[in-house]
């Protein structure tokens, strides 16, 4: 399994430690969960996201959440998070901004036609302005057509990466380096057009819950394979564009919750829970 990444010979010498380290010690096989961070690699230490990147440590809790790390792609598409997704210990492929749920449809269906005998999970993860914003064509219509994919959205509420403007996921009033008279319209409902669009599972969470937040990304993946598209909105504030310290990311989240503005929620088809049902039976015989 460890062979899965490879440094090409004659570079071994000249590759940092901590990279060989994430080549060396991968989740691969090992069905690892959130409680084993810091026992195996899944992300570079030295990522170039923001000190108290809520963003980060989502990514970080979903690639260790993964439940077959060495039969998953991850697509991903422009923003911060495509700037540590070179980093990661799993494949990996980028997509042009707000494109990702087209181009995992048909790396989904190569697959299995590549592999008809293994199970391939393609999960998506992406920031809100590609999911909500200019991707939402494409992540609506791979729930219209039921593809078993999972979509990640990692919601930081901003388009952080190019300075701050405002997203769809961005609350009524925020203000943000080019919103400075705040936005003017709510943030959008997208877990509430996921249900309606034909998603089996949905769910809200935030790394502030890091064993629920493993959890879900489980579910949603083991759904995805089965029944039908899954979708998970990952609430990670963003201390560089909402100018909060780097260490008040968890308090922000706090705060949050403390005034009803967020809630961890989650959405199961009958049809989905039987699945997961059959398959804890399973588990226990
Ligand atoms: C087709 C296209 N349109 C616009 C851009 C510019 N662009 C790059 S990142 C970005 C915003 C990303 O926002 P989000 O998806 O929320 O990710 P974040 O940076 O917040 O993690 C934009 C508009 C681009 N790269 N490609
Ligand atoms: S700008 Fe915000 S979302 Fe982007 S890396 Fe920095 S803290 Fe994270
Ligand atoms: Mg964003």
């Known amino acids: 399994m460890k062979g899965l990444f ?9 590759m940092p430690q901590e990279y060989l380290d994430l080549v060396n010690n991968g989740p691969y096989g090992k069905n690892y969960g959130v409680d084993d961070l810091g026992t195996f690699k899944e992300l570079l230490e030295e990522h170039p996201l923001c000190a108290g990147c809520g963003l980060a440590l989502s990514m970080r809790l979903v690639l260790a959440s993964l439940p077959a790390p060495e039969d998953t792609i991850m697509v991903g598409s422009t923003g911060c998070s495509s700037l540590a997704f070179t980093q990661v210990a799993v494949h990996n492929i980028h997509s042009l901004f707000g494109n990702q749920n087209a181009v995992a449809t048909g790396l989904k269906r190569a697959l299995k036609i590549r592999f008809p005998d293994k199970v391939k999970d393609v999960v998506v993860m992406a920031g809100d302005g590609a999911t909500v914003d200019i991707g939402l064509d494409m992540v609506m219509h791979s729930w219209f057509r039921r ?11 901003a388009y952080a990466n190019t300075g701050g403007q405002e997203s769809g996921m961005s609350q009524q009033n925020a203000v943000l380096n080019m919103a400075p008279t705040g936005k003017k319209f709510p943030k959008i409902a997208l877990p509430e057009v996921a249900k309606a669009s034909g998603c089996a599972y949905v769910g809200v969470v935030s790394p502030a819950q890091p064993k629920r937040l493993g959890d879900m990304v489980r579910k949603a993946i083991l759904i995805a394979r089965e029944v039908g598209p899954t979708y998970l909105q990952l609430y990670s504030p963003c201390p560089t564009n909402y100018k909060f310290k780097s260490r008040e990311t968890m308090q922000k989240i706090k705060e949050r919750m403390e005034s009803g503005m967020f809630e961890v929620m989650e959405y199961i088809t009958p049809e989905a829970e039987a699945f997961l049902a059959e398959m804890k039976e399973g588990d226990k015989q």
């Open 6 to 14: 490879k440094i090409s010979p004659g570079y071994e010498d000249v």
């Open 147 to 157: 593809e078993k994919i999972t979509t990640i959205m990692l919601d930081n509420e």
